[in-house]
């Protein structure tokens, strides 16, 4: 029997995008485990998901290293002691260096709020309605050292309405994101994304 791909999830704040990819695990239809969830945040809920769920969660506070390398490099070690094999940024608000990117090449995922390359960084609901766009959504993708600039995986399309605001703009948002998030996880477990520069193509199942 083959082993199902070990994950590791990394979150600051609620973890709705984890809650999803654990929803479809537990509907047998993501051939995955989450080996363990990470916080850099103490009282993350979704590190309590996660206990919901029979899942390690595991505190690591980043003020006790003395910078981005060093906490990466905590990461890394607890993260392969657990086996994982793909990471998973599931609102991590931090960034990630080459020591965790180096540590899993080509294996590092997030999710953003926006159709990139529009809208990177922090609001970007917020950017999008200033802007005035008509459509938005979000991105699944590869993690490289930019912010949001790495090869893109999946993206979904919502509408902008006239009276949205910030909050009703996220919620329509995070609907797509619950789908694509798990789905570009299970793509990545089937062995079925390839990368040729910016280009990430999708192979057909038993490719």
């Known amino acids: 029997?083959?082993?199902?791909?070990?994950?590791?999830?990394?979150?600051?704040?609620?973890?709705?995008?984890?809650?999803?990819?654990?929803?479809?695990?537990?509907?047998?239809?993501?051939?995955?485990?989450?080996?363990?969830?990470?916080?850099?945040?103490a009282d993350a809920f979704g590190l309590e998901r996660a206990r919901k769920h029979g899942i390690p969660a595991i505190h690591i506070d980043h003020r006790a290293h003395g910078g981005r390398e060093s906490y990466d490099a905590a990461l890394v070690e607890t993260l392969r002691g657990h086996g994982v094999q793909l990471v998973v940024l599931a609102g991590f608000m931090r960034i990630v260096t080459s020591v965790l990117l180096n540590a899993f090449p080509n294996a590092v995922m997030n999710i953003h709020p926006a159709l990139l390359p529009a809208f990177p960084g922090l609001h970007a609901q917020a950017q999008a309605l200033r802007y005035g766009v008509k459509f938005s959504g979000c991105t699944v993708h590869f993690v490289d050292e930019g912010?949001?600039?790495?090869?893109?995986?999946?993206?979904?399309?919502v509408p902008v309405l006239d009276d949205d605001d910030e909050a009703s703009l996220s919620a329509r948002i995070q609907v797509e994101e619950h789908r694509t998030y798990p789905e570009a996880v299970r793509l990545f477990a089937e062995r079925r994304l390839r990368i040729e520069g910016r280009k990430v193509s999708m192979l057909p199942p038993g490719a």
């Open 1 to 41: 029997m083959i082993e199902p791909l070990a994950v590791g999830v990394l979150v600051s704040g609620n973890g709705s995008n984890l809650q999803a990819i654990i929803d479809r695990i537990e509907a047998d239809s993501l051939p995955v485990r989450i080996a363990c969830v990470i916080s850099n945040k």
């Open 147 to 157: 912010t949001d600039t790495g090869p893109i995986i999946i993206q979904a399309v």
